[in-house]
C-alpha cells in the first residue's frame, strides 16, 4: 500500500536556493547598515572608527577586501596620532600584512609609537630587537625596551623579560629576577605567564 510521503519529504533544491537567498541578503543588508554607521563615525572625526573601516578593508571581514582603501583610513588614523593605528602599521609596514613590505618605514612608526609610551609597543619594539625580527638585531636596547615595558606592568613583558632572565636567552641569566617578573606576570593574569611560571616551578625550564 503506498503512502503519501509529501509532508515528509526534503524541501526542494529550489526551496534551499530561496532560503540561502534570503540569508544572504539579510546579511548583506546588516553589512551596508553597518558600514554607514561606521562611516558616520569617521565623518565625526573618531579614529577607532577609521581603524575598524581598516581592519574590515584589509582582511576582507564581510566585506571586498580592499588593501588601497584599507591603507588610507589606517594611515589617516595613525598620521592623528592614534596609538593602536600608529603600532598596527608599524607591525603591517614590518611583516608586508596587507601592505607592502617597508622595513625603514614600519620601524620608524614602532620607534614613534613606543617613544610615546605605549607600553605594547614598547615591548614589540623590544622583542623584535632582541631577535632581529624586521629590525637589526640590537640586545642592548631591546633589553632596554622590553625592560620599560615590563616597569609600565605590560604583562607579555614580564613574562618575556622573566622567562629570557631564567634562560639567559639574548640577556645576562639572573635567576632571581626572572623569577621576580615571571611571577609577577603570572599574578597579572596572563595565560601564558601562568603556564609557564608552573611549569618553571615544577621542573624548570
Same mark, same amino acid.
Given at each position: 500500500m503506498n503512502r503519501d510521503n509529501h509532508n515528509n519529504e526534503p524541501p526542494s533544491s529550489e526551496h534551499d536556493v530561496k532560503v540561502i537567498d534570503f540569508l544572504e541578503e539579510k546579511?548583506?543588508?546588516?553589512?551596508?547598515?553597518?558600514?554607514?554607521?561606521?562611516?558616520?563615525?569617521?565623518?565625526?572625526g573618531d579614529t577607532g572608527a577609521m581603524n575598524e573601516m581598516a581592519y574590515i578593508l584589509l582582511s576582507g571581514k564581510g566585506v571586498e577586501q580592499n588593501s588601497k582603501e584599507g591603507e588610507k583610513w589606517l594611515r589617516q588614523s595613525a598620521n592623528g596620532g592614534d596609538l593602536w593605528a600608529m603600532l598596527d602599521l608599524a607591525i603591517r609596514l614590518l611583516d608586508g600584512d596587507g601592505l607592502t613590505q617597508d622595513l625603514a618605514e614600519g620601524e620608524k612608526w614602532l620607534r614613534e609609537t613606543a617613544e610615546r609610551?605605549?607600553?605594547? $609597543?614598547? !615591548?614589540? %619594539?623590544?622583542?623584535? #630587537? /632582541?631577535? &632581529?625580527?624586521? =629590525?637589526?638585531? +640590537?640586545?642592548? @636596547? *631591546?633589553?632596554?625596551?622590553?625592560?620599560?615595558?615590563?616597569?609600565?606592568?605590560?604583562?607579555? $613583558?614580564? !613574562?618575556? %623579560?622573566?622567562?629570557r #632572565? /631564567?634562560? &639567559?636567552?639574548? =640577556?645576562?641569566? +639572573?635567576?632571581? @629576577? *626572572?623569577e621576580k617578573w615571571l611571577k609577577k606576570a603570572a599574578e597579572s593574569g596572563e595565560p601564558t605567564a601562568m603556564r609557564e611560571w608552573g611549569r618553571y616551578l615544577i621542573r624548570g625550564f
Open positions: 546579511e548583506k543588508s546588516k553589512v551596508k547598515e553597518g558600514l554607514k554607521w561606521v562611516r558616520l563615525a569617521i565623518d565625526a609610551q605605549d607600553e605594547i $609597543a614598547m !615591548r614589540v %619594539l623590544g622583542y623584535r #630587537l /632582541l631577535e &632581529g625580527m624586521g =629590525l637589526k638585531q +640590537n640586545l642592548q @636596547e *631591546g633589553e632596554q625596551w622590553l625592560r620599560k615595558a615590563a616597569q609600565l606592568q605590560e604583562p607579555a $613583558a614580564m !613574562r618575556i %623579560l622573566g622567562v #632572565l /631564567l634562560k &639567559g636567552d639574548g =640577556l645576562d641569566k +639572573n635567576v632571581e @629576577e *626572572g
